[in-house]
Structure formats: structure tokens, C-alpha cells
RNA sequence: GCCGUUGUAGCUCAGUGGUAGAGCACUUCCUUGGUAAGGAAGAGGUCAAGGGUUCAAUUCCCUUUAACGGCUCCA
């Protein structure tokens, strides 16, 4: 007999090999129908694998993240299964569960697949799947491994196979097809009722470019047709939030093929949202002591050679201009001008924390394949600023600055955000990275320092840093899931030498500043595009394109309706009156439709008064208000910044 | 940059080997209407660009370009 632990705590004796399905037919036959794998000791085991010695159990489902890969892991093989048969010799990599699914790699040889295969390949999966076929697997000894896919000549899964020892191996089986596979695996195919193929994709081989491109196609599976559905709502909804739509729809931004690719154009209405990010920006920086600058878009090709850029980033900066004999770039990045702004004027340690800060625009000759509406693009307007301090002054400088994003998010009630704190990778010292190992782990230990001491849950990652230092990146995550670095905080001990920036200290020695480039607000065009999906477009009303919309009932208050909207401009309100020959109701659903924050209702009763019927977008009818007391809450709203 | 898909009116999208259509938006007229679409008429397109096949190409083929879904990259 062994003992099984429970996740409540309860121990109970079981035969040895006992496997958890039976666990969970002895508790109840109801659980035993939802269990997909189980995790014994902390791994995750098939629910028909024997358990021989005492053990923690818990059993996995679908509320499960375990049991959730576990399913869609195993939908993969199914995907497999299918592909094998509607394309015989297809060879397979490898076939992982992701955060919504999961995808198979495959070398197709010279075969294609079209979006046409996937319906077809779905067909095949719903009937492989009522097959009710069994995960079946099997420890197989390496050579025999070895042999059985040299067989096959299956390069790919040899491939693998060098990676692993004996002992290590296992195989999986379900109805036709086996797979070199570590597991685990639901019990049997009839559990996945809903599939849906997504995409079909190119995937370099091991992620590398120089390798050959496999096909991949993506996938997800449900255990009901009614979650399939509701997932494919969700997808609908979250493409109704893309920042792409909603800034056609708000006409905030466009782009035109003769400007060219990733060089948006802001239509005013996304002209005003820019403004008022940058009095905010101007407001905080002054407050926080921060300097203003402003420098050219281009620099001559020795700056770059200087700050150690060109090397690194050549290939996605534009290429160079040639003018004088000499090399122009665009620039990438401020930093260099704002070094040289450092270097103009002879410093005192007096002069420091120095803080330089501009809304800077700047080029990068970013992959075509990489251009994402407002989130990747080649133009790009930054908020940023660049502290040069002591490294006793470090700390308190590197809080602020963290200090400062978390005031900004308070006002963008930005809550669902990851803090990263981006480290080097040893082995690129020198070529990734600037080759200073004692200062990398200095820097970075310094940043950690920061996170602790402040409470900020962060984590940490290994190969993101910068070439010149560690950095701490804040990731969002756009409407359609992809992940970008929103704002960014990042140290610098390599530039401050490359410019031989110079102070002098206390002790009338010469002495190189430390160097923090800090972006909070990222840039205009990812941060909008970021705002645009975070309110569904629906900006508070200091950031409303138009705060307040009048609508007259009919001609007869166009005149009144204009008053009210000249008093408002007065107060510096962004106010419009919807003077067209249309009924209240269509004016209402137009303006709704276009997301102003305030509409105000005219007509006969409200211009006798002097006072206007009150309509909050999205909310409905707001009551009746008199405009003097309208114009001052909505102006202190405004004045505060508020997020309703 | 690589793999795949797509490109028709300002927007969303039908359609066809015999030189194009809807809804919304726009213009004009009628209507002056009280909280999410009043009615009518009109205007609007080198069917992404270039080349090829064909008596004839928006439609089929090739190239280019752009967007989209991924991969790679991201100071």
C-alpha cells in the first residue's frame, strides 16, 4: 500500500500503481470523467501512469493551467495525426501548447498547405478525435529510438533525440500516430469536442533565421463546443478594442503608401491627444527638476561611432545621407545629442543630478515584417530624458524615476502591466553587450536594489538588457495579445566614458557620471496606440479629441447650442455643436458612436432656463444642470486629470 | 528580412474573362423632430502599380508595393 496526499491535506492508501484516474474514480466518478493529467510531486503526470511510492497528488482539469496545456498539448498530437494523413511524409519538429493554444511545427517537403487544408484537417481531427483513441506511452531505449526515426528518416525528431539520454525517452501513441514525446497526456482523444485551427505559419526551424522555414500551423481545442464559441466571442470583442480599428473609427492617426511604411500620420484628433501627453510630460518633468532640450533629427556617422551605436544597430537605423563628404544619419535614439548638450559646458559635481528632457523624434529602419499599426513603428516621438548623476545620487534618482511611472499609471489607471528587469547575458559580453563584466553586475545589482527596497514586484530576465546596461522594462500586452515594452528605465556606464563625459568631484578630480535613459511614457505612438486599446477608445476627458458636443433639438437652438459651445471654448473646453439638419436621436447615436466623453441636449425647455440636459457618452441621461455649473465640473474634471 | 493570406467608392464589403455593385459616410432638397439610425435625389472607382497570356483582363499568370497572421528582430 502507498499513501496519497491530497492538496487538502487528506492522506489516503491506495494499492502501488495506482494511477490518478483511479484517485479520482474512488472520490467521484463525476471528477474521474474531468480529469486530463495529474500532478504527483510537483510534475505533471499522465492520469494513467502508475504512481509506486508515496505521493502528493493533485488532479488536473480545464481550471487548471496544467491541465489546460496538457489538453491542448495533446490536441496538437490529434492536429499531428491529421496532418500525417492528409499529408503523408510530412516530417514534424515539434508541437508545444501557448497561452491560447498551441501550434505543430512541420516540414512539408516540397508540399503546400493552404487555408483551404485547415478546414479540411479540422474534419479529420473531430473524427480522429470521436475515435476515442488512447494516449498511449511508452519508455523506449535510445537506440532503438534512434532507429526507429532513422527509419523513418526523420531528421527533425534525431535532432532531438541527441539532446536527450537514455532513460529519458518516451513515446507517445494515439490511434495512428507516434511521437517521441515527454508527455503528459489526457487520457484519451474523445475529451477534445471543439477544435479550431487559426492560423498557418512560417516558423524558422529552432527559432533561427538561418535555418530552413518549417510550417506552423496554429490550433485551439475545447472540451465543449460552448467554450470554443464563447473564446471566438472574446477574439471578436478584443478586435473591436484593436488600436488599429479604433484609430480609423476616432480618426486619431492614418497611413498612406507615398509617406511610406511605419510613418504614421496624426490627423487632429490624435494631434490633441499628443499635446496633452506632453503637458502632462512637461508639468511632471518640471516639477521632478527635469530640463528642457531640444535637438536635431540628424547627426553626423562619428557621434554614432562614438556612442557605440552604429555597430550594433546599423542595420535598422536609415541609411545614411552623404552631404560634404560627410555621413548623415537620422537618428535612432537621443541619447548622443543629449550627451553632447552634457559635454558642452565644463560640470561640477554642483551641476548634478542633470536632467535633459525632450519629447525627441527619431527613425529606426525597423523589419517590414515587424510594422504593427501604432505599437512598431519608423517614426517615432519619445518621452525622454536622460539623468546624469554620481553613483552615491543613483539610487534616489533611479527610484524617482520608478516613482514616476507609478504616478503615471495612477492617472492612466494602467493596472495590468509586468515590471522586467532586463539583464545581460554573460556569454555576449563583447558583442551583444559592452564588455565590462565587474560593471554589469554592479549596475545590475544596484537596480535589483531599487525593486526590493521599494516593494515593486518585478521579474527578472536574462539576455534583454541594453548593450550599455541593465534596464527595467514595463510590458503590456495590445488587444490582440502581442506583448510590447511600454515605458522603459535603463542604466548606462558605457556611454558617460565613450563621450568622456566629465565632472568634477569634491576632491577636484575628474569623474564620469552614471547615466539613466528613462522613457515613462514610452512613445506617442505606442502609448496611444496602448490608450486607445485601454479605454476601448473611450478617453477621459482631458484626453477627449472633443470633450463636449452640443446638440440642438432643432434649428431653432442653433443659436443657443452655439453660445453654450463659445463659453466652454472660453474655458478652454474642446466643445462642438452638431449643427446638422438631422433629428436628436441620429446626433445622439453619431456622437456616442465617436466616443465624446459630454453631450449636451438643447431645446426649448433648456434655452428658456439657460441651463442644458446633461448626457454622459455610454452612461445615458445625466440630468438637468445649469451651464455654469456644467462648465465648472466639467472643468475641474478635465483640470484633474480624472479617469471618469 | 523570411513563410502564408489579402488589396474593388472615404469606410465595411459583394461581384465578374465581355471595361463594376450594396450599406454607411458625403452633396442637395423635403422634414424642425426631446435622448443610439426620418425621407428622396445626386455625386463618387485607371477594380494597389507595372508587365504577360487572350479578340477581350478588375477577373488568369509573373513582378513590384502595401496591409494582415506568424517567425526573426526591437537602442
Same mark, same amino acid.
Given at each position: 500500500?502507498?499513501?496519497?496526499?491530497?492538496?487538502?491535506?487528506?492522506?489516503?492508501?491506495?494499492?502501488?500503481?495506482?494511477?490518478?484516474?483511479?484517485?479520482?474514480?474512488?472520490?467521484?466518478?463525476?471528477?474521474?470523467?474531468?480529469?486530463?493529467?495529474?500532478?504527483?510531486?510537483?510534475?505533471?503526470?499522465?492520469?494513467?501512469?502508475?504512481?509506486?511510492?508515496?505521493?502528493?497528488?493533485?488532479?488536473?482539469?480545464?481550471?487548471?493551467?496544467?491541465?489546460?496545456?496538457?489538453?491542448?498539448?495533446?490536441?496538437?498530437?490529434?492536429?499531428?495525426?491529421?496532418?500525417?494523413? &492528409?499529408?503523408? $511524409?510530412? !516530417?514534424?519538429?515539434?508541437?508545444?501548447?501557448?497561452?491560447? *493554444?498551441?501550434?505543430? @511545427?512541420?516540414?512539408? %517537403?516540397?508540399?503546400?498547405?493552404?487555408?483551404?487544408?485547415?478546414?479540411?484537417?479540422?474534419?479529420?481531427?473531430?473524427?480522429?478525435?470521436?475515435?476515442?483513441?488512447?494516449?498511449?506511452?511508452?519508455?523506449?531505449?535510445?537506440?532503438?529510438?534512434?532507429?526507429?526515426?532513422?527509419?523513418?528518416?526523420?531528421?527533425?525528431?534525431?535532432? &532531438?533525440?541527441? $539532446?536527450? !539520454?537514455?532513460?529519458?525517452?518516451?513515446?507517445?501513441?494515439? *490511434?495512428?500516430?507516434? @511521437?517521441?514525446?515527454? %508527455?503528459?497526456?489526457?487520457?484519451?482523444?474523445?475529451?477534445?469536442?471543439?477544435?479550431?485551427?487559426?492560423?498557418?505559419?512560417?516558423?524558422?526551424?529552432?527559432?533561427?533565421?538561418?535555418?530552413?522555414?518549417?510550417?506552423?500551423?496554429?490550433?485551439?481545442?475545447?472540451?465543449?463546443?460552448?467554450?470554443?464559441?464563447?473564446?471566438?466571442?472574446?477574439l471578436e470583442e478584443a478586435r473591436k478594442r484593436d488600436h488599429r480599428k479604433l484609430g480609423k473609427?476616432?480618426?486619431?492617426?492614418?497611413?498612406?503608401?507615398?509617406?511610406?511604411?511605419?510613418?504614421?500620420?496624426?490627423?487632429p484628433n490624435g494631434t490633441i491627444i499628443i499635446e496633452e501627453l506632453e503637458k502632462l510630460a512637461?508639468?511632471?518633468?518640471?516639477?521632478?527638476?527635469?530640463?528642457?532640450?531640444?535637438?536635431?533629427?540628424?547627426?553626423?556617422?562619428?557621434?554614432?561611432?562614438?556612442?557605440?551605436?552604429?555597430?550594433?544597430?546599423?542595420?535598422?537605423m536609415y541609411p545614411p545621407m552623404e552631404l560634404e563628404g560627410q555621413k548623415y544619419y537620422l537618428?535612432?535614439?537621443?541619447?548622443?545629442?543629449?550627451?553632447?548638450?552634457?559635454?558642452?559646458?565644463?560640470?561640477?559635481?554642483?551641476?548634478?543630478?542633470?536632467?535633459?528632457?525632450?519629447?525627441?523624434?527619431?527613425?529606426?529602419?525597423?523589419?517590414?515584417?515587424?510594422?504593427?499599426?501604432?505599437?512598431?513603428?519608423?517614426?517615432?516621438?519619445?518621452?525622454?530624458?536622460?539623468?546624469?548623476?554620481?553613483?552615491?545620487?543613483?539610487?534616489?534618482?533611479?527610484?524617482?524615476?520608478?516613482?514616476?511611472?507609478?504616478?503615471?499609471?495612477?492617472?492612466?489607471?494602467?493596472?495590468?502591466?509586468?515590471?522586467?528587469?532586463?539583464?545581460?547575458?554573460?556569454?555576449?559580453?563583447?558583442?551583444?553587450?559592452?564588455?565590462?563584466?565587474?560593471?554589469?553586475?554592479?549596475?545590475?545589482?544596484?537596480?535589483?536594489?531599487?525593486?526590493?527596497?521599494?516593494?515593486?514586484?518585478?521579474?527578472?530576465?536574462?539576455?534583454?538588457?541594453?548593450?550599455?546596461?541593465?534596464?527595467?522594462?514595463?510590458?503590456?500586452?495590445?488587444?490582440?495579445?502581442?506583448?510590447?515594452?511600454?515605458?522603459?528605465?535603463?542604466?548606462?556606464?558605457?556611454?558617460?566614458?565613450?563621450?568622456?563625459?566629465?565632472?568634477?568631484?569634491?576632491?577636484?578630480?575628474?569623474?564620469?557620471?552614471?547615466?539613466?535613459?528613462?522613457?515613462?511614457?514610452?512613445?506617442?505612438?505606442?502609448?496611444?496606440?496602448?490608450?486607445?486599446?485601454?479605454?476601448?477608445?473611450?478617453?477621459?476627458?482631458?484626453?477627449?479629441?472633443?470633450?463636449?458636443?452640443?446638440?440642438?433639438?432643432?434649428?431653432?437652438?442653433?443659436?443657443?447650442?452655439?453660445?453654450?459651445?463659445?463659453?466652454?471654448?472660453?474655458?478652454?473646453?474642446?466643445?462642438?455643436?452638431?449643427?446638422?439638419?438631422?433629428?436628436?436621436?441620429?446626433?445622439?447615436?453619431?456622437?456616442?458612436?465617436?466616443?465624446?466623453?459630454?453631450?449636451?441636449?438643447?431645446?426649448?425647455?433648456?434655452?428658456?432656463?439657460?441651463?442644458?440636459?446633461?448626457?454622459?457618452?455610454?452612461?445615458?441621461?445625466?440630468?438637468?444642470?445649469?451651464?455654469?455649473?456644467?462648465?465648472?465640473?466639467?472643468?475641474?474634471?478635465?483640470?484633474?486629470?480624472?479617469?471618469?
Amino acid at each position: 500500500m502507498i499513501h496519497i496526499t491530497l492538496p487538502d491535506g487528506a492522506v489516503r492508501q491506495y494499492e502501488k500503481g495506482v494511477t490518478a484516474l483511479d484517485v479520482a474514480k474512488s472520490i467521484s466518478e463525476g471528477l474521474a470523467r474531468k480529469v486530463l493529467a495529474a500532478n504527483v510531486n510537483g510534475q505533471v503526470w499522465d492520469a494513467g501512469r502508475p504512481i509506486n511510492e508515496d505521493a502528493s497528488l493533485k488532479l488536473l482539469t480545464w481550471t487548471d493551467t496544467d491541465g489546460k496545456s496538457t489538453f491542448w498539448h495533446s490536441s496538437a498530437h490529434l492536429m499531428a495525426e491529421a496532418v500525417e494523413s &492528409l499529408f503523408p $511524409g510530412v !516530417k514534424f519538429w515539434v508541437g508545444p501548447p501557448v497561452e491560447n *493554444g498551441f501550434y505543430y @511545427d512541420m516540414d512539408l %517537403g516540397d508540399k503546400k498547405m493552404s487555408e483551404e487544408d485547415l478546414i479540411a484537417l479540422e474534419k479529420k481531427m473531430n473524427e480522429l478525435a470521436k475515435k476515442n483513441s488512447t494516449y498511449v506511452r511508452k519508455e523506449i531505449p535510445k537506440d532503438e529510438a534512434v532507429r526507429y526515426f532513422t527509419g523513418k528518416g526523420d531528421e527533425y525528431k534525431l535532432d &532531438l533525440l541527441g $539532446g536527450l !539520454k537514455d532513460g529519458e525517452i518516451t513515446f507517445y501513441t494515439q *490511434g495512428n500516430f507516434t @511521437d517521441l514525446c515527454r %508527455g503528459p497526456h489526457i487520457p484519451n482523444t474523445s475529451f477534445i469536442k471543439a477544435i479550431k485551427l487559426t492560423s498557418i505559419a512560417g516558423a524558422y526551424w529552432k527559432g533561427d533565421e538561418k535555418n530552413k522555414m518549417l510550417t506552423r500551423v496554429y490550433g485551439v481545442t475545447f472540451p465543449s463546443q460552448k467554450e470554443l464559441d464563447e473564446y471566438l466571442q472574446m477574439l471578436e470583442e478584443a478586435r473591436k478594442r484593436d488600436h488599429r480599428k479604433l484609430g480609423k473609427e476616432l480618426s486619431i492617426f492614418t497611413m498612406d503608401d507615398d509617406v511610406g511604411p511605419g510613418l504614421p500620420l496624426w490627423l487632429p484628433n490624435g494631434t490633441i491627444i499628443i499635446e496633452e501627453l506632453e503637458k502632462l510630460a512637461k508639468e511632471t518633468e518640471l516639477a521632478a527638476g527635469y530640463k528642457r532640450v531640444v535637438t536635431p533629427h540628424i547627426a553626423k556617422e562619428s557621434m554614432y561611432l562614438t556612442s557605440g551605436h552604429l555597430p550594433y544597430y546599423q542595420d535598422s537605423m536609415y541609411p545614411p545621407m552623404e552631404l560634404e563628404g560627410q555621413k548623415y544619419y537620422l537618428k535612432a535614439m537621443n541619447c548622443p545629442h543629449h550627451h553632447k548638450i552634457f559635454a558642452a559646458e565644463p560640470k561640477s559635481y554642483k551641476d548634478l543630478p542633470l536632467r535633459l528632457a525632450e519629447y525627441g523624434t527619431c527613425y529606426r529602419y525597423e523589419q517590414s515584417g515587424e510594422l504593427f499599426g501604432l505599437m512598431r513603428v519608423r517614426c517615432l516621438h519619445m518621452n525622454d530624458a536622460h539623468i546624469y548623476c554620481t553613483k552615491e545620487q543613483f539610487y534616489e534618482e533611479f527610484k524617482a524615476v520608478n516613482d514616476m511611472y507609478i504616478k503615471y499609471f495612477k492617472i492612466f489607471g494602467v493596472d495590468k502591466y509586468v515590471m522586467r528587469l532586463s539583464l545581460h547575458e554573460p556569454s555576449k559580453l563583447g558583442k551583444k553587450y559592452v564588455d565590462e563584466p565587474e560593471l554589469w553586475k554592479e549596475t545590475e545589482e544596484l537596480v535589483r536594489d531599487v525593486l526590493i527596497k521599494t516593494n515593486t514586484p518585478f521579474v527578472e530576465v536574462q539576455d534583454e538588457a541594453a548593450f550599455y546596461g541593465p534596464k527595467i522594462d514595463v510590458q503590456i500586452w495590445s488587444a490582440i495579445g502581442r506583448e510590447f515594452t511600454l515605458a522603459t528605465n535603463q542604466v548606462d556606464f558605457a556611454q558617460g566614458r565613450r563621450f568622456k563625459l566629465e565632472f568634477t568631484n569634491q576632491d577636484n578630480k575628474a569623474e564620469t557620471p552614471l547615466i539613466i535613459h528613462r522613457a515613462p511614457l514610452g512613445t506617442h505612438e505606442r502609448f496611444i496606440g496602448f490608450l486607445l486599446e485601454h479605454y476601448a477608445g473611450k478617453f477621459p476627458a482631458w484626453l477627449a479629441p472633443v470633450q463636449v458636443k452640443v446638440l440642438p433639438i432643432s434649428d431653432k437652438f442653433l443659436d443657443y447650442a452655439k453660445t453654450i459651445s463659445q463659453k466652454l471654448k472660453k474655458a478652454d473646453i474642446r466643445a462642438e455643436v452638431d449643427d446638422r439638419n438631422e433629428k436628436i436621436g441620429k446626433k445622439i447615436r453619431d456622437t456616442e458612436l465617436m466616443k465624446v466623453p459630454y453631450m449636451l441636449v438643447v431645446g426649448e425647455k433648456e434655452m428658456n432656463e439657460n441651463k442644458v440636459a446633461v448626457r454622459r457618452q455610454g452612461k445615458g441621461d445625466a440630468g438637468i444642470k445649469d451651464v455654469d455649473e456644467f462648465l465648472k465640473d466639467v472643468k475641474t474634471e478635465i483640470e484633474e486629470r480624472r479617469s471618469e
